[in-house]
Structures are given as C-alpha cells and as structure tokens.
C-alpha cells in the first residue's frame, strides 16, 4: 500500500525566505512564554504532540521542486528538550521549528518560511494551554484558534488575491546603519520589559498609537547616531499582519510590510512623532494595502515567470531581496497584545518575541502589564537600543533590562 504524504506550495511571502537565508541571518524567529513555575519536561513532551495534532502542517518539512520550494509533512517525532544552543541558529535538521525551555520558559523557534508572527503565537498559545491543561488538571473548553483544519493550513493569499494593479506607495532608498560586527558571529539581544499602561498612557498623550510613539522613538534614537553628513532618510520596515484586513484563521505566512520614513532637519520627537502619524495614516490605507499584496501575487502568477527553475528563480529572488533591503534602515515588528483564556492568565508572567538578523531589529509584544521591548543585533554597540531605553526612562517608564551579553554594556 502507497502512502502519499501531504504537501503544499509556499504562501506568497514565504518565497523569499529559502533563498535569502544565510548562515548569519538563518530567518528564524522565536516565540517564548515565561511561566511562574519551573517546566515539566514530561508533561510539555505531551503537549506538543497533542498541539501538533491540532497543527500537523508544523510537521512539515522544506523541500526544494523544479519550479518552486514547497513544504511536505512528515511522520518525523519531535520531541522538547533543554536549551543548550544560541538562540536563533539554524536548525540541525530538515525540520521547521523546535521547541525547548529553560527554567520557567517555554521556548518556540520557527523558520519564517513555515509562517509569520501570528502563526507562531497561534501554536505557542495552543501549546502553552495544552501545557498547563496537563500540569495544573485543568479542563478547559476554551479554544485558541477556531479555524477548521483546512482553513488553519490555507493559503490565506490566493484566497483573498484579486486583479487590483493600483501603484502601491513608491520608496526611496533608506539610511544603513554601519557598525562592527561581532568576528564570531554572535546575535546580541536586548530586552527591556516595560509597563504596557504607562507606555499607552505616555501614547496617548501625543495622540499617538502604541506603534506610532515607539516608531518615533526608535527614529529619534537612530537620528542620533546619524552623521548630519548622511541625507538618506531613516526608514522602518513595520509588518502588517494582513488578518486585521482580511478574515482568516490560516497559521501560515499572511502578512505584508510598510515603511515609515523620515528625512527632515527638524529631529526634534515633537517633529518626529508628527511625521510618523502621517506616513502611518497613508501607509495603512487599505487600499494601499491591498495593491501591495496583490502586486507581488499577480507577477508570480504570470506563466513564463511560473516556468523559470527555481535555481534561478533563487538567483532572482536573492537580488530582489538585496535590493529591497536598500529601502531599509531596520524593521520594528509588532505583534501587538497577547491574549489568553482567563483560566491560564494566573499561571503565565509574559510573552517575548525576537527574530534572527545579519544587523539590527527589533520586535515587541505585551501581555497583560508586561511590554517587552526586544531588540537582536550583530554589532558590537549598543548605542541605538541604549538611545531608545533611555528615551523611555525619561518619559517616567521604568525599564528592566535582560541580555544575553552581561559583562560587555557599558550601561
């Protein structure tokens, strides 16, 4: 008896990953959940099988076809174990995501070509309920993603794509941050936890968003590294979490990117935060949003493009990506408040999220009063996240920090 395994295309915004990873930046990012006791390793082995059960298309594997990558699932058992390597490395294996822990953290890394954000705080969530369903013998009805099993695995991107060819907003090229990297090839990470409501309130105050105020911040601390010299404007990179605009359940890649852009000789926070609203307005229009999505579906869809090798397409593809990055100065992903049944909310301190780079970025969630402010990077200074901490220490939040480089800040 033949047994055919499953497997599916690549979402539209997974394509550029397999192509554009190195060995100094692998596309890994990881989700953890900081509990308030110690971790069973037993009873999280058990939680991840029945979580992959509700997720099998986690199982899958990447595998490289004549025309295009495509991922295919396997019987492959995955297991936890304890941390021992560094965070965001490429993984051993022909496998997607790993989970481990350490003391009270639950620890998930995932390759970008697999899903985004949302589709690994989706599994991290389910896992981390199943989890504490087994220490704590708690039944509960409650249910994390509603989607059935086809639409959790969906292509939300062929979905929702249409024939809309309206010119998405045009960009120039940004400002590069240029520092001394680590020879070792190190991924520094600096975390700040802050209070989310002293961070909304302090928002609030300059009618701005939570997205907005910390964007203009970390301009303001970016402008001040910034030779007066340079007249490229700074530019962030903010992912859109496309789910806010079209309805999906789908734990796969569903998302687009932004940019906010400044480049005025008024660096002032006042002048800063101005501009940041304004380009946050005109870039989250939806009908902006829209083109941009469907710009880049429609040319893969063109049939002389759908029959190029993908040795080529790679070669393609890993330019486009080297000239997109020219548009950037850093990127800043939000993945926005993090949610649990009520019945968990005890059991849990916060979440965190942080993602592999070849420079610096810097992502952030927050979880009931805990914000976590996080930033990776390959230089050896630290004057950015430094700016950008001590900013908010001014604005009367008080921050703690962890890293993982203790004895070699300044501050």
Not at 51 to 61: A, G, R
Not at 185 to 205: H, R, W
Request: hydrophobic share 35%.
């Amino acid at each position: 008896m033949i047994l055919l395994s499953k497997w599916y295309r690549l979402d539209n915004a997974a394509k550029i990953f397999p192509p554009s990873k190195s060995k100094n930046d692998p596309k890994i990012f990881r989700f953890s959940c900081c509990l308030k006791e110690n971790i069973d390793e037993n009873k999280l082995n058990k939680a991840l099988q029945k979580t992959l059960d509700e997720y099998p298309i986690f199982k899958s594997s990447l595998k490289k076809g004549v025309f295009w990558y495509y991922l295919e699932e396997t019987n492959k058992n995955f297991t936890v174990k304890e941390e021992t390597k560094s965070p965001c490395s490429d993984f051993s294996g022909n496998h997607l995501f790993e989970v481990t822990y350490y003391k009270r953290k639950i620890n998930l890394e995932v390759d970008h070509a697999l899903t985004d954000g949302t589709g690994t705080l989706t599994f991290l969530k389910s896992l981390t309920a199943n989890y504490l369903n087994l220490v704590y013998n708690i039944n509960s009805a409650e249910i994390i993603n509603e989607g059935s099993s086809k639409e959790i695995k969906e292509d939300a991107f062929v979905k929702y794509k249409s024939n809309n060819f309206k010119k998405a907003i045009s960009n120039k090229k940004a400002y590069k941050i240029k520092e001394d990297k680590y020879v070792e090839n190190k991924l520094k990470i600096i975390e700040g936890i802050v209070s989310t409501k002293k961070v909304k309130e302090e928002a609030k105050k300059l009618n701005l968003t939570v997205t907005e105020y910390l964007t203009s911040i970390l301009i303001k601390s970016i402008s001040e590294t910034k030779s007066k010299r340079n007249k490229k404007p700074i530019v962030i990179t903010v992912p859109v979490n496309l789910r806010n605009y079209y309805p999906s359940y789908t734990v796969r890649n569903f998302f687009s990117v932004v940019n906010v852009s400044f480049n005025e000789k008024d660096n002032s926070f006042e002048n800063i935060s101005k501009v940041v609203k304004e380009e946050f307005t005109k870039a989250l229009d939806k009908d902006n949003i829209k083109a941009k999505m469907n710009s880049t579906i429609n040319l893969e869809n063109i049939f002389i493009v759908r029959l190029v090798p993908v040795i080529l397409k790679d070669f393609v593809l890993k330019l486009a990506y080297k000239i997109a990055s020219k548009y950037q100065t850093m990127t800043l992903s939000n993945i926005g408040i993090v949610k649990m049944p009520k019945v968990y909310e005890k059991y849990i301190d916060y979440f965190d999220v942080f993602i592999s780079t070849e420079t610096i970025q810097m992502c952030m969630c927050s979880y009931e009063d805990n914000m976590v402010l996080s930033f990776t990077s390959k230089f050896t200074t630290s004057e950015i996240e430094r700016n950008f901490f001590k900013t908010l220490s001014s604005n009367n939040i008080d921050v703690y920090i962890n890293t993982n480089m203790e004895g070699e800040e300044d501050d």
